[in-house]
């Protein structure tokens, strides 16, 4: 909820935010919760609006850049499988909506890389093209594989078959082990990369997420959704406050342009 009131702060212009500040203080507090909800709902449809454009020109540079080359991936560029690997990190830690999204995870590919390769936005756009068309069991042992090579760089231990019953020992886990801030950014972003719809979801999350089971994530995902329920009333207090404190800066800043 709190990422919520930073795009609400973020990005509604002086006008909007004074209107959403008159609606909270002139209404019931059921009437303000509604109010943010809409501008809440109206901000996200622009993101995702932005983020599909962004997408289309993205795509649109892709066949254009697939004309003007022999095509695989990369052009003449061999990719090794740790350079897979890398591309698919990059990917997820780099998603779509990021500033020069494919310049970024270039970058990010020439700091990381090994092999000395030098890529190209071009290159990981085209790369990454062509593994959006595989199989979906090819895509799940590559997925694999990286996971594996993080858990053997990270000595993250995998549980066997032959370890103690998994609901007590999962339950020891969730007790004793406090989540780590990279564990909650790793959960989060595996929430947004496996969506509901998913097969398996949970797994796929509990995989993504070194060191925690399926249990885990799940009662994870349930206290946070029961926590920002809780905490609404504060939250719409506190934008309440930031909105009010927006307004009159700008108000201010506003008059004393004026002066000189």
Known sequence: MMEE???????????????LN?????????????????????????IKQEREEAEARLRQATKSSERSTSGGGGGS?????DDLQLLIKAVNLFPAGTNSRWEVIANYMNLHSTTGIKRTAKDVINKAKSLQKLDPHQKDDINKKAFDKFKKEHGVV?????????????????????????????????????????????????????????????????VGN??????????????????????????SSRKTSGKN
């Open 5 to 19: 009131v930073e795009k609400l702060c973020d990005r509604l212009e002086l006008a909007s935010l004074q209107c």
């Open 22 to 46: 008159e609606a909270l203080t002139s209404t019931t507090r059921e009437g303000g919760k509604a109010a943010v909800e809409k501008q809440i709902e109206e901000i996200n449809e622009q």
């Open 77 to 81: 560029k061999n990719w090794s499988e």
């Open 158 to 222: 995998p549980q066997t078959e032959s370890a103690a019953p998994s609901e007590r020992f999962e339950g020891l886990v969730t007790d004793s082990a406090p989540w780590t801030t990279e564990e909650q950014k790793l959960l989060e972003q595996a929430l947004k990369t496996y969506p509901v719809n998913t097969p398996e979801r949970w797994e796929k999350i509990a995989a993504a997420v070194p060191g925690r089971s399926r249990k885990d994530c799940m009662k994870r995902y349930k």
């Open 226 to 251: 029961t926590v920002l329920s809780v905490s609404y009333d504060y939250v719409v207090s506190l934008l309440q406050y930031l909105v009010s404190t927006t307004a009159r800066a700008a108000v």
